[in-house]
């Protein structure tokens, strides 16, 4: 019943271009954070697009976006595709823009071929998946799957020193056109297209991952704090010294977590020294820890250690340390079930597909505490991602387009 849907490609290619241009970088990727001016421009492109076909256009508090085609029953739950806008400092043109156009394309689609859907279909635009300007990451499913902001959200500061509560206010302000409505409601089930973000699928030729679950991560803010001095007239017994500390912690780290264990990942993305002077000895050293595993009981063991060995370098260099966890999103697994529509519609698609785990997190998990969800990979080359280099091959976008066309045909029909 569903070969021979296509999308049009061309469009999908187009938009992609065009949304790559809001945060164009020199280096061809992306710079479009949570909650910015450029943040806020795209979700005003992709408002008048949707206007301009007819969908409703929603918003809900934590600024998630909602694009609606109605159904046949506007009783039924929806059903939700889409991903995120927002992009890391060094961000690709694919991450989130991808899965967010692709069901776009979706939309329109189905608006082409004039197709009834028995439920409504709603692409949505998840507020700050990335988690690189506020964090944590993946802010807007997680509310939406909790029902809730939390409050501690509220009096966050960016990296770059903006306030989160005011970047919120004028993004949603900047959408007039958008009907508000609460946080969360029942979704018939949730898909989200994506790059793969490693090397797996183009390292064996295949266009497209039917993805049977996320791996766990975990934030660590590490905060070690010394006695700033003298760099000059400070000798080693006087000193208080907390970047000697973080230094000595981390190389043990780096050594133990990851070789011993081929699916642990361990990464240090950011490291603040204060007062920030090359002829003074730090006062404090902060840097965030990003954990990854597919086992919980593998994450607690590495954050014990993390802690252990940050203490026993910091008592050597009469320091202290403050380690607080951010972020933890337990693994996930997705419903069989909605695998199985997967694999049916990436038959009926004629796409070869092969089923893998995301090492990457996405607001796919978050929705798959509320509703069945699951998720759709293609290729990326040399598996590069959260890099300007970042790249898709145009028929693999289309592939992932087409399969998420069929799945939702599949969904929403009956
Ligand atoms: C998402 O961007 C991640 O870091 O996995
Ligand atoms: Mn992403
Ligand atoms: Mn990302
Ligand atoms: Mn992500």
């Known amino acids: 019943m569903t070969e021979g849907l296509a999308i049009n490609g061309e469009r999908l290619l187009e938009r ?4 790559a241009a809001i945060g164009g970088t020199d280096q061809g990727g992306v710079n479009r954070q949570a909650l910015t001016v450029l943040d806020r421009q795209s979700r005003t492109l992709l408002t008048e ?4 076909r007819g969908f409703s256009v929603f918003q809900d508090p934590i600024a998630n976006l909602f694009l609606r085609r109605e159904g046949k029953n506007p009783d039924l739950p929806p059903l939700l ?3 995120h806008l927002d992009s890391q400092p060094a961000g ?9 156009l692709s069901a776009f394309e979706v939309l329109e689609t189905l608006e082409d071929l004039a197709m009834t859907t028995e439920r409504a279909v709603e692409v949505v635009a998840f507020t700050n998946e990335e988690g690189c300007r506020f964090a944590p990451g993946c802010m807007g499913s997680m509310a939406f799957a909790e029902g809730a902001i939390p ?13 989160f509560a005011p970047e919120l206010a004028a993004t949603l302000q900047s959408l007039p056109e ?45 905060t070690v704090t010394g006695q700033t001095a003298h760099a000059g007239t400070t000798a080693l017994t006087y000193r208080r010294d907390p970047m000697r500390a973080v230094t000595a912690a981390l190389a043990v780290l780096y050594q133990e977590i990851m070789p011993a264990d081929p699916s642990a990942r361990f990464t240090v993305g950011r490291m603040t020294l204060s007062p920030g002077a090359t002829n003074a000895i730090p006062e404090s050293v902060r840097l965030t820890i990003d954990l990854r595993h597919p086992t919980p009981e593998r994450l607690d063991a ?46 009926s698609a004629g796409l070869a597909a092969q089923h893998m785990l995301s090492g990457a997190f996405h ?22 991602s959260h890099n300007p280099a970042e790249h898709v091959e145009p028929e693999h976008s289309i592939a992932g387009a087409t399969l998420l066309l069929h799945a939702v045909s599949l969904l929403a029909c009956v």
């Open 302 to 347: 590495m954050e014990a250690r993390v802690k252990e060995i940050f203490e026993g370098e910091a008592r050597g260099e009469a320091c202290k340390v403050m380690l607080a966890r951010i972020f933890d999103m337990a693994p996930t697994q997705f419903p069989p079930a909605l695998l199985e529509v997967l694999d049916q519609a990436a038959e």
């Open 363 to 384: 607001d796919a998990l978050f929705m798959n505490r509320i509703a069945p969800a699951a998720m759709i990979f293609v290729p990326c080359r040399d598996g590069l």
């Open 92 to 100: 690709g043109r694919f991450d989130g823009a991808l899965g967010t």
């Open 151 to 163: 409050d501690h959200w509220r009096t966050l500061k960016a990296t770059d020193g903006a306030d």
């Open 178 to 222: 958008a009907q508000s409505r609460p946080l969360g409601f029942p979704v018939h089930a949730y898909l989200e297209v994506h790059i793969e973000q490693g090397p797996s699928l183009e390292s064996q030729g295949l266009p497209i991952g039917i993805v049977t679950g996320i791996q766990g991560t975990r934030w660590l803010e590490v």
């Open 81 to 83: 595709i889409g991903s």
């Open 16 to 19: 992609l271009d065009r949304f």
């Open 49 to 52: 697009l949707a206007l301009k």
